[in-house]
């Protein structure tokens, strides 16, 4: 009971104060990390129409670290995944999408695809796992 009154308290100050110095603080951005990527793209786990190619060639362009992954929603068509580098070299993104369901009726439904990795020297390598498929990327920097 205690806690919840102190979250009040303070959504009710920040509400007062006009938020101001009440938000939660953006990461930070690096350019550290900036260039272009060129690598492939494959499938790990999962497998028809809706994971796309089993793999592909890539070319991801980081500016300010951040880029956007080219996420296979209903291949051939993709939609930009943005992801965001942090200083450290952690790579992450996440969005929901829309889709059909698994049930007889193809109801549709939303769900999140969610990109995490590391970039290590030159090598970007990430995840990107959503409903049905895993995938791996894997590009250097050129």
Known sequence: MQRRFGRLVLVFGCLLAGTAGCSTPAPPVTAAFDGSYIGQDSLVGGGGFL???????????VRNGEFDYPF???????????????????????????????????????????????ITGTILDATIVDLRCARRLVVRRN
Not at 51 to 61: K, Q, Y
Not at 81 to 101: C, K, S
Request: proline share 12%.
């Open 51 to 61: 994971c796309g190619l089993p793999l592909r060639d890539l070319m991801i362009t």
């Open 72 to 118: 296979q929603v209903a291949p051939p068509r993709d939609a930009p995944l943005p992801a965001r580098i942090a200083p450290d070299g952690t790579v992450a993104g996440q969005m929901q999408y829309g889709t059909t369901g698994n049930s007889p009726r193809r109801d549709y439904i939303t769900a999140w695809v969610i990109l995490s990795g590391r």
